[in-house]
């Protein structure tokens, strides 16, 4: 092994634990942030769950120093990311508020087809031609969860598969930001712009009194979902792309085995078919990387 492989294979076995740790944190917040929504209005859902979640990184900013580079939170690429943070994260949650969690998470797996390409066109990433096929046959399987044009098919599944467009680009934008800049702070500016264009369209829309069992749902999801957007930073900083990418498919078992103890969701052959051809893909594309 050479001395330019080591760096690297380190870079993937990082990326790729952090990006496991991450999915299964995210699925937990969708679970507790779906919940909170059958009560209360998306936007306000999202707009309360962003507070808390910028509160909670702003501790780890105080808590580890970080706070001197706070200016560095309105730089133009960490801006432009939130931008895409925020469009991809209120075009997913308003698609899972209406899909089942199983489904939803299935369609975000099309992320890694799509950084996959996004990191050939934008970072100039060599992909060998054996994780293309992997990533195309990975997609089939998510057609088998959409459906399109089938008597299931719900516009619902189209704005959650433009929402995986979106977060697929926020995290290969994410390899642009220079290193000096650290990831809590990146974090913070996704949850802060979040957070503001929400609250601003609650506002507009009227605020709806909150639970203490709603609040308790919100505070711990943003503190999760604070965790997780983190480690996907992570991830991304650190591993290639279309290596990390595939263990986005590590959190499909969590959503589906959530989805039927909390809602009573059992996906149906085909999406259960969509699930095992997408994990498939993700191992072959992990195989690959390991030999490359």
């Not at 469009?87 to 949650?93: D, E, H, M, N, Q």
Request: aromatic content about 10%.
């Amino acid at each position: 092994m050479t001395q330019a492989t080591n760096p690297r294979r380190l870079g993937n076995r990082r990326g790729a634990l952090a990006m496991s740790a991450a999915m299964t944190l995210l699925i937990i917040n969708d679970t507790m942030t779906k919940l909170a929504s059958e009560t209360l209005p998306p936007s306000q859902t999202i707009a309360i769950r962003g507070i808390f979640c910028t509160l909670w990184v702003l501790l780890a900013v105080l808590a580890t120093g970080h706070a001197r580079y706070l200016p560095q939170a309105l730089e133009r690429r960490t801006l432009i990311r939130a931008a895409l943070d925020v469009a991809g994260t209120i075009s997913y949650l308003y698609a899972l508020f209406q899909l089942p969690l199983a489904e939803a998470t299935t369609i975000n797996m099309a992320a890694p087809l799509l950084m996959v390409m996004l990191a050939v066109v934008y970072l100039r990433e060599a992909v060998h031609w054996q994780r293309w096929l992997a990533v195309i046959i990975g997609f089939a399987g998510v057609l088998l969860v959409v459906r399109p044009g089938g008597a299931n098919f719900t516009w619902w599944a189209v704005l959650c598969l433009g929402a995986t467009a979106l977060n697929a680009a926020r995290d290969v934008y994410t390899r642009t930001i220079a290193s000096r800049v650290p990831s809590l702070i990146i974090t913070i500016t996704g949850c802060a712009v979040t957070a503001l264009i929400t609250v601003a369209i609650t506002t507009v829309q009227g605020w709806q009194p909150v639970s203490a069992h709603e609040y308790a749902l919100l505070i711990s999801a943003a503190f999760v979902l604070a965790f997780a957007y983190y480690l996907m930073i992570v991830a991304m900083r650190h591993g290639e792309v279309s290596v990390v990418g595939a263990f986005r498919y590590s959190g499909l078992p969590a959503a589906a085995l959530l989805g039927w103890l909390v809602w009573g969701h059992v996906p149906d052959a085909l999406t259960f078919a969509g699930m095992a051809i997408l994990v498939a893909a993700g191992f072959y594309i992990l195989n690959q990387g390991r030999r490359a």
